[in-house]
């Protein structure tokens, strides 16, 4: 999730824990541990300049619900032996400072980029992907607790303020996979129409909202995308067609860098050639032909034959913001289209 999420959901558990007359205080530090894992970035960004190592190495080892309780409970006891209010409250701070730290790789686990929770073990990421890297509807109840909290300091109210804005933001979470589980289950049905019910596909919220989402589908030259609004569609979903150079995805497929993007996007890739280069584009963030990650991972020589190159990140025109008043008017309304059932996807 973006920091401000992270900074007021850290603020907020730790001050719902801490003492009232430690609830300033507790405000601040929560918020501090609730941003430090992104900090990750300060370690990794400066000994390498690969991005798909800085992609992949991004919520690794500072996401791991191994190493966070261990970093929370030195922490706790530095702070504790050198007294101050942490020592007043020991256990309080701990469980404070412990779900501060804890939630912010879990709430991440709830976008599609990837969060590495079992890290040093090596399962592909965790990406529940029901909410989007920036939801409103989620964060604004934080910053309405938060700010009460502060205002309040040790009334009683500051508490029912926190805990009511947890409360709406759990909720949402909860609201999200809900409405996770409808469109899957629509997805499901209509894929296995067009003769795709076991290819591996994925959902996602669309920007800003968990009313629209998106799905996609692999198939064996390419992969299928569509949406569904849970407002405004009752019919099936549609679902559009489109290529990947899958023959020279394999011929790399051994090369490090396209490994570990695989183990990462799960293989939602989609592969093309431009100015000789192989392009990998991650499709899970995005929408066609707008990727917010590309790699180029390999070149072409004159007899055809591919080998590796350092990745780069090729930059070309990007429209996605420009489809932002579109989205929102999707929300609401199903487009209307003529012809048969998943008419898109067979042409």
């Not at 430090?36 to 370690?43: A, E, H, I, K, S």
Request: some cysteine.
């Amino acid at each position: 999730m973006d920091s401000l999420t992270q900074i007021v959901l850290g603020a907020a558990v730790a001050a719902a824990v801490a003492p009232p007359r430690h609830r300033r205080a507790a405000l601040l530090a929560g918020a501090a541990l609730g941003t430090l894992p992104d900090l990750d970035v300060l370690l990794i960004n400066p000994f390498t300049d690969d991005p798909v190592a800085r992609m992949t190495w991004h919520r690794s080892f500072s996401h791991s619900l191994f190493v966070l309780p261990i970093l929370g409970t030195l922490l706790w006891a530095w702070l504790r032996s050198r007294g101050g209010r942490v020592a007043e409250a020991p256990r309080r701070w701990f469980w404070a400072m412990q779900l501060a730290l804890v939630t912010h790789p879990l709430l991440d686990a709830f976008t599609v980029y990837g969060t590495q929770l079992l890290w040093p073990l090596h399962p592909p990421p965790t990406m529940w992907s029901s909410v989007f890297i920036v939801d409103p509807l989620y964060t604004v109840w934080l910053i309405i607790g938060c700010a009460t909290a502060w205002w309040l300091r040790e009334r009683r109210g500051a508490q029912r303020a926190l805990v009511v804005a947890l409360v709406l933001s759990t909720g949402y979470l909860g609201w999200s996979l809900v409405a996770k589980s409808i469109v899957d289950r629509q997805a499901g049905r209509d894929l296995a129409a067009l003769g795709l019910a076991d290819a591996p596909r994925f959902s996602v919220p669309m920007p800003f909202n968990t009313l629209l989402w998106r799905v996609v589908a692999m198939t064996p030259d390419g992969f299928v995308e569509g949406e569904r609004s849970i407002v405004a569609d009752r019919g099936p979903m549609r679902f559009r067609r489109y290529r990947s150079d899958v023959e020279a995805l394999q011929a790399v497929s051994a090369l490090p860098a396209v490994r570990r993007l695989a183990w990462f996007n799960r293989g939602f890739m989609k592969a093309e050639v431009r100015d000789g280069r192989l392009v990998l584009s991650d499709l899970r963030m995005g929408a066609e032909p707008d990727y917010t990650f590309r790699f180029a991972v390999a070149r072409r020589d004159a007899r055809g034959r591919w080998s590796a190159v350092p990745p780069e990140q090729p930059q070309w025109p990007w429209e996605a913001t420009r489809r932002l008043p579109d989205m929102w008017h999707r929300i609401w309304a199903e487009p209307i289209v003529a012809g048969a059932r998943g008419a898109d996807a067979r042409q």
